[in-house]
């Protein structure tokens, strides 16, 4: 596997729990593994929603999910100048609906939590 795990936030709205990872990836296929991994360790999520660069391509998956959460993602990505990574958003339902926009929301929370985090360890290397 040539996906590298560089940061892991966790973000909580109304009982749904958000997962986000970002990884450094080589290959457009490291998203495979990534979500492979994502399947193994959140059994209980409905949705894991990913924004993805690796050279030239670009791709995003609201895997189901209301509010376009992949295009939430990969506004994250573009606003931080992200390449060859990918950022994966596992949702655990809480049982609280909350609405397409709401979902966006934490998404892109998620997603940018995990980016902060990421930065703030580069800062200090």
Avoid: W
């Amino acid at each position: 596997m040539t996906a590298r795990e560089v940061s892991v936030v966790r973000l909580d709205e109304k009982k749904s729990k958000f997962y986000a990872h970002l990884y450094e990836i080589d290959t457009v296929d490291d998203v495979l593994e990534v979500r492979a991994i994502h399947d193994k360790l959140y059994k209980k999520a409905a949705h894991h929603c990913y924004a993805m660069v690796c050279g030239n391509v670009t791709d995003s998956r609201a895997d189901g999910e209301v509010g376009s959460p992949g295009r939430a993602l990969a506004e994250v990505m573009e606003r931080n100048n992200l390449g060859s990574h990918v950022l994966m958003v596992s949702r655990i339902f809480g049982g609280i609906k909350l609405g397409p926009a709401g979902v966006a929301r934490a998404f892109r929370e998620a997603g940018a939590g995990a980016v902060a985090e990421y930065q703030k360890t580069r800062k200090k290397l």
